[in-house]
């Protein structure tokens, strides 16, 4: 056997992305021009539709963020909640801009609804979004909303971001603990849930603290996802999925997607900038270990995060492609790393 594999090695796979922050960064950058710079280039942001398409990212989960007037912790070290009227403003315009860039790209950016039009667009070079809501703050108790906007195309949507709302409490960012901050689902967090069961909509768990996540698992009727954490055994960092969380993960045939952000990669937590590839690898490594090699993806977090320089933006996924692959993973391996497990998952939840 001949092994050409380089540390420094590029490997282009077409990447299917758990999440990325786009729409909530370009309507802080300014609403106004948003789609044309998204379109054209803009080096400001980790992702643009010609950097994309360098790099190898065919398409993801683009995230409504919704921010909160301040980012003061409370007393019990929560963030602060948002505000619900602010929260329907901000989803409007960030699900109206994912809208505006599909309209404008004259065929280049799809919003997909189905694991079928997922393929039809990555087939035929169209970026595959889909769209997905980290924080349902938008949503009250009747959960009117969740109608409308599944009607608008949403497919996934996490409960809560890391702070309370009328559904869930998020879990706060905390380093050396684990995730187990805070209480379960509230009375209207069931409904939630059994709303997304009837209407297969996806049911992210990356931003739920541990008594939310076990709540979901005994309720919820499809796999068990957590579209952008990492191994809490490598980096002890409360947004990480612990090892028992992992385990139903893998039982409901669910998915983790790898977390670019330093800080949930990192064993000590530092911030560190320079972070290598190997710590990525290292990650990826213990979660295909505990979970199997059809239920890792990735989950970038671009956009949302700070990004080790080794990766830089979207194009160093050509080189994150390239040191697993010189670590040892075979094509059939990075392919569903890649974007094969997530497309698995997605169909498994929506169905065909
Ligand atoms: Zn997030």
Redesign the pocket.
């Known amino acids: 056997m001949t092994d050409t594999s380089r540390a420094d090695e590029l490997v282009n796979i077409p990447v299917f992305d758990g999440?990325n922050?786009i729409l909530s960064r370009m309507m802080h950058e300014g609403r106004d021009g948003a789609e044309t710079r998204f379109l054209g280039g803009n080096t400001n942001m980790d992702i643009d539709l010609p950097r994309a398409r360098h790099g190898g990212l065919a398409g993801g989960l683009c995230?409504v963020?919704v921010s909160a007037a301040s980012r003061e912790q409370d007393a019990n070290g929560d963030l602060p909640r948002v505000e619900r009227q602010s929260a329907v403003d901000q989803t409007i315009a960030q699900a109206a801009l994912l809208r505006r860039i599909e309209a404008q790209s004259e065929g280049a950016f799809s919003i997909c609804t189905s694991v079928a039009e997922i393929r039809t667009a990555i087939a035929n070079g169209s970026f595959a979004s889909v769209f997905h809501i980290?924080g349902i703050e938008a949503a009250g108790p009747d959960l009117d909303i969740i109608h409308v906007l599944h009607a608008a195309g949403l497919r996934t949507l996490?409960p809560v971001?890391?702070r309370p709302n009328i559904f869930a409490h998020g879990v706060p960012f905390r380093f050396g603990h684990s995730p187990d901050i805070g209480p379960g689902l509230t009375e209207a967090g069931r409904d939630l849930i059994r709303l997304c069961n009837r209407l297969k909509i996806m049911i992210d768990l990356?931003?739920m603290n541990d008594a939310g996540f076990w709540d979901i698992a005994r309720m919820s009727d499809v796999p068990l996802v957590a579209?952008?954490s990492n191994a809490f055994a490598v980096c002890p960092h409360s947004?990480n999925a612990t090892d028992r969380q992992l385990d139903a993960i893998r039982d409901t045939g669910g998915l983790i997607g790898l977390?670019f952000g330093v800080k949930f990669l990192h064993p000590e937590g530092r911030a560190d900038t320079e972070l290598d590839l190997s710590l990525m690898v290292r990650h990826v490594d213990y979660l295909v270990e505990r979970v199997g090699i059809d239920h890792v993806g990735l989950g970038s977090?671009f956009d949302?995060?700070l990004i080790s320089k080794k990766i830089g933006d979207v194009t160093g996924l050509l080189r994150l492609l390239g040191a697993l692959r010189a670590s040892g993973y075979d094509d059939e391996a990075l392919t569903k790393i890649a974007h094969g497990n997530w497309l698995a998952v997605l169909e498994r939840t929506w169905g065909e």
């Open positions: 999440h922050d995230a963020y980290e996490g971001w890391s990356s931003h579209s952008h947004r977390n977090d949302g995060t």
